[in-house]
């Protein structure tokens, strides 16, 4: 006996899942067939997809909400869909585009305007991501060179800064206790000393 089951993604933990949830609701998918997943789609290795993967048997039938859903790598979306349609049997249903539903037109004509059609839409859902990625970079090169800073700000030197140098210097507390003692990781302490302004240490 067939069974139907859904695929829900969210890239983060902040983000909702409802309006997917809506849609598998009107489409009748039980609750506990509906796999939600807060993960990132740069690849498949998500414990809740390999889950459902595990669970598919030939004829049932997996619902997503759009093919970006499942996930936003091109030939790794190529891939699962093989994967899922040739090697395992499952039907899908693609909810943003009904030409992406395998239970409709089986025969050669079927499949192959199914498989163009996904082809193209996930060569443009990994185009939009890169074009993001890239616009993202730009923006911050952009900024870097007016002067905009990312990050942390450096942690300013203490009040009793020199103090604690001499201290060090003349191996009165070690690095450690050195480190503490201006509320900085021992890391940022010896990188603090050799950025150390002459103008600070001399007398």
Not at 61 to 82: F, H, M, P, T
Not at 131 to 138: A, H, L, M, P, V
């Amino acid at each position: 006996m067939s069974n139907v089951y859904a695929y829900v993604r969210v890239s983060t933990l902040q983000q909702n899942e409802d309006r997917q949830m809506i849609a598998m609701n009107q489409v009748q998918i039980p609750d506990k067939n509906i796999y939600v997943e807060k993960q990132s789609g740069k690849d498949f290795n998500r414990p809740i997809y390999q889950k459902l993967l595990k669970k598919l048997k030939p004829n049932d039938v997996l619902y997503i909400k759009s093919i970006d859903r499942l996930g936003r790598n091109y030939e790794e979306i190529l891939a699962q869909w093989q994967i899922l349609t040739k090697q395992k049997g499952v039907d899908i249903v693609v909810l943003d585009m009904p030409l992406l539903d395998t239970r409709k037109g089986k025969d050669l004509l079927g499949t192959l305007i199914a498989d163009l059609v996904l082809s193209l839409l996930s060569y443009v859902s990994e185009n939009e991501r890169c074009t993001i990625r890239q616009r993202q970079k730009e923006g911050i090169e952009a900024a870097k060179l007016k002067g905009i800073k990312f990050g942390r700000p450096p942690k300013a030197f203490p009040d009793n800064f020199i103090q604690i140098y001499n201290q060090w210097l003349e191996k009165e507390i070690n690095a450690q206790e050195a480190a503490k003692l201006c509320d900085f990781s021992r890391t940022t302490f010896y990188r603090k000393v050799k950025a150390v302004p002459d103008s600070l240490i001399q007398p």
